[in-house]
């Protein structure tokens, strides 16, 4: 495709896209063996556990603050800074594994603390890919992000378990490797990432809120905002369910581990030909069809327990899945300003994951009170009631394919100015 050879030119997004890919392999071998070291060392599921939710609360605590920083600091520092911290982090769980020093509290303070560092990433490199390349090429850039997870969610937890099982503290090292390469491979960007030009600035309290309220300003985004906190907890639940009735049902490790590898393999899939749905179908009514791919999915898992009914609801739903991402990101960016993209994407990333915890719980809770199967079809008419969010908003239906953004942009006014006190 066109938009790829463009990309390939573009020698800073393949530098930041590069080094961004290179840590977040690290740092999924990393997520995936902490849970293991510290049961390793307490024999307690509850601090295996702790391990996995420190992290992703360091992450999403900072969301938001890490928003009003990609928008006022240095993007390309902001993430150097991000990546070099992340590299300190592991290699002392190198070093104090080595010298068999390592304790659960410094495991559990370096998982909170990567989360920080995490977070504190993720704006500022959405921020840089609106810099480094033109709205044409922005549904391909971020087609290759979703891309870039997928890869990172298939190989990172082989690579952990195989790295586990050669020393505790292994998986750290490759984590800290990974950090450092991508701290230098940001080195080679050379646009000027620098944050844009602005006046006189608000408190950071006041600069979180012109970022919600440009969100809110726009009934595309509001819709956003309701919706896909729902979605995730919805699918999230439906399929940690599926996943619970596996286990229950006495299916072998190694099943349940192919499907996540089917799972991962379509996602690839999908981000390969999402530029080319993105361009040819309105985004709009690409996100309605993402909104309700799931729903018919998800009705064999609720009448056949088995890791192939799973596989492929679950692989063929999440082929269409990065399409509906990159689609409605790529169109969030090109109607934000260049000075409000950090706020906005990380309050639209806070607020989409402020579910995700509950999933595993509602999942437990329809579980103890339902039959297996009832509990599936209990979440598919949960997902096809969320489904009805964007499926009955205008706003939503109505954004056009790519080639129209640009006329709409100019439509979109300027956010309101924000008092400073």
Do not use: K
């Not at 573009?10 to 392999?25: C, K, M, P, S, Y």
């Not at 890490?66 to 928008?71: H, I, P, T």
């Not at 581990?257 to 981000?271: F, K, Q």
């Amino acid at each position: 495709m066109s938009s790829y050879r463009s990309l390939a030119r573009n020698r800073d997004f393949t530098a930041l896209w590069v080094g961004a890919t290179v840590a977040e392999l690290g740092s999924r071998v990393s997520l995936f063996a902490m849970p293991l070291v510290a049961y390793a060392m307490s024999g307690s599921a509850l601090w295996a556990a702790a391990a996995e939710a420190l992290f992703l609360l360091g992450m999403v605590g900072v969301l938001l603050p890490a928003g009003v920083l990609a928008d006022r600091c240095h993007r390309l520092r902001l993430m150097r800074f991000s990546l070099g911290v992340g590299a300190l982090l592991y290699a002392s769980l190198v070093a104090a594994g080595v010298a068999g020093a390592l304790t659960l509290p410094h495991l559990l303070g370096v998982a909170l603390v990567s989360g920080v560092v995490t977070g504190l990433f993720s704006p500022a490199e959405y921020s840089a890919i609106r810099t480094v390349v033109s709205q044409e090429e922005l549904p391909t850039a971020l087609s290759q992000q979703q891309a870039r997870q997928h890869v990172a969610a298939l190989v990172g937890g082989p690579v952990g378990g195989a790295l586990f099982g050669l020393a505790r503290w292994a998986p750290f090292a490759a984590d800290a490797v990974t950090y450092a390469l991508g701290w230098l491979l940001l080195g080679r960007v050379h646009t000027d990432l620098s944050a844009p030009p602005r006046g006189e600035r608000a408190r950071p309290l006041r600069e979180v809120a012109e970022g919600l309220r440009f969100l809110w300003g726009r009934p595309f985004l509001r819709v956003l905002l309701v919706w896909s906190p729902a979605a995730n907890l919805a699918i999230n639940a439906l399929f940690f369910t599926a996943l619970l009735r596996l286990v229950d049902a006495g299916f072998p490790a190694w099943q349940i581990g192919l499907v996540e590898a089917s799972i991962g393999a379509c996602g690839i899939a999908g981000a390969i030909v999402a530029p080319w749905l993105i361009d040819r179908f309105a985004t709009g009514r690409l996100t309605v069809l993402v909104a309700w791919s799931f729903v018919p999915l998800s009705v064999p898992l609720a009448l056949w327990n088995h890791p192939v009914a799973m596989a492929l609801a679950a692989s063929v739903g999440l082929f269409l899945n990065p399409a509906g991402n990159a689609g409605v990101g790529s169109y969030r960016m090109a109607i934000t300003p260049p000075e409000l993209v950090g706020r906005v994407q990380s309050t639209m990333q806070f607020t989409s994951m402020l579910t995700m915890p509950l999933a595993p719980a509602l999942a437990g809770v329809l579980l103890a009170g339902l039959d297996g199967r009832d509990a599936v079809l209990a979440l598919t008419a949960l997902t096809a009631l969320v489904a009805l969010v964007p499926t009955l908003s205008r706003s939503v239906r109505s954004v056009p394919r790519p080639a129209q953004w640009p006329r709409l942009a100019e439509q979109v006014p300027d956010p309101a100015p924000v008092a400073v006190g």
